[in-house]
């Protein structure tokens, strides 16, 4: 995803499975490969890319 407002702030997110049996099966991940949100919420792993995305006084 790439802020067409601020090119240089983009992001890559991947979804993967969860290591662990105890949480959810599949996971939003940075590009940096930390979680950012569990795969069955698509709208709020959205919402979060867009807050990090979005220009600051926007």
């Known amino acids: 995803m790439i802020n067409p407002d601020a090119t240089s702030l ?6 993967r499975p969860a290591a662990v049996s105890e949480v959810s099966a599949w996971w939003y991940c940075w590009s940096w490969g930390d979680r950012m949100h569990t795969a069955d919420d698509p709208a709020g792993a959205a919402n979060k890319v867009a807050r990090v995305l979005a220009v600051a006084g926007e």
Request: glycine share 0%; proline share 0%.
């Open 10 to 15: 983009s992001e890559n997110v991947t979804c």
